[in-house]
């Protein structure tokens, strides 16, 4: 019974058809991003080493939580002038950007959320609105500057469906980034 037990959780943690990607807290309050791989991906093996499983360490991320000017222009203009490109983000330009670990996640559950209520329906729309109709996980990545750990901008959303996850650009309309200062 235990056996049986330990395979159904395999198999509903790491689902064989499409890609999956998830956002973890740890016990040291530290977020994780864990990637499930479908067989056949060689994604999983190219960046982890793993053929089912792959997973990142989010850093600090300063200024995400609170209500900020970035933050609060972040989550009320998701929808309206943060928008889906329609560009897919390549696998090596995402392997680049997870390995440079100059990120962080925002799911419409995040308590990195302090402007709108928590799992609201209109936070929720607003997150649907960046994806192809028919998705049912959205989760942004957020550039962070390397050195201050600031948001710099939204740079992509990942958007799940039944038979895969792709991973789009996002446009933002005018352009609100954070650039670090070089000192001589």
Known sequence: MKLFFILLTFFLKAPLYAQTVEVYWTEEFKKEVHFYCPLGSSWCEEVCKDQSFCEFKEG?????????????????????TINNSQKIFSKTELKEFLLSGNFS??????????????????????????????SFNQIIFLELTPLTRDVKKALLVYCEFPEEGLFYHLSQDPVVEVYEKNYP
């Open 60 to 80: 600090l991320c300063k200024n995400c939580i609170g209500t900020g000017l970035k933050m609060n222009y972040l989550l009320s203009e998701l929808g309206k």
């Open 105 to 134: 996640t925002l799911a419409y559950r995040d308590v990195f959320n302090v402007i709108d209520g928590f799992d609201s329906l209109r936070v929720l729309r607003k997150f649907e609105s960046l994806c192809p109709e028919g």
